[in-house]
């Protein structure tokens, strides 16, 4: 029974991963045990600033761990340094404010991207190091796995993983 319960919980509601890599500094760091909420996004659509883990378009075998910049129906406009995002509330665009989770960071491209009704634009916080959108391109809602919401390990890092407001 216990087996059952447990099986139940880890495919439908939560899951372990292990952060590999050093594209999420320095939120994120190699080696850290995070707990993903894998059943959120089925009653709200993800959000801008989410740190989700994904299947990689590439190779659906390996998973990828990075945060939502551009939402569907979005067009994402990487130049100067800066991302800019144009959606239908605001036609003129505007330019993402990432200083609450991101501190003299730069994102380096020039690059014009439209995202379908049901893409993703996801980047690395290390954006100088970090394989992601801007690489491969947009990321299918269907290859999220769901939001990172815990950091249990190691235990002084130990957190909540709040998604920033904009």
Known sequence: MALVFVFLIRSFLIQPF???GDSMKPNFLNGEYLIIDEISY???PPQRGDVVVFKYPGDPSKFYIKRLIG???ETIIIKNNQVMIKNQDNPNGFVL???AYLKNVSTPGDEIILLDKDQ???MGDNRA???DSRSWGPLPKDDLIGRVWLRVFPVSRAAVVETPSY
Request: charged share 15%.
């Open 97 to 99: 404010d990432e200083s």
């Open 129 to 131: 190091v970090s394989y």
């Open 18 to 20: 292990v952060v590999s």
């Open 42 to 44: 089925r009653f709200n």
């Open 120 to 122: 993703f634009f996801a």
């Open 71 to 73: 939402l569907p129906g």
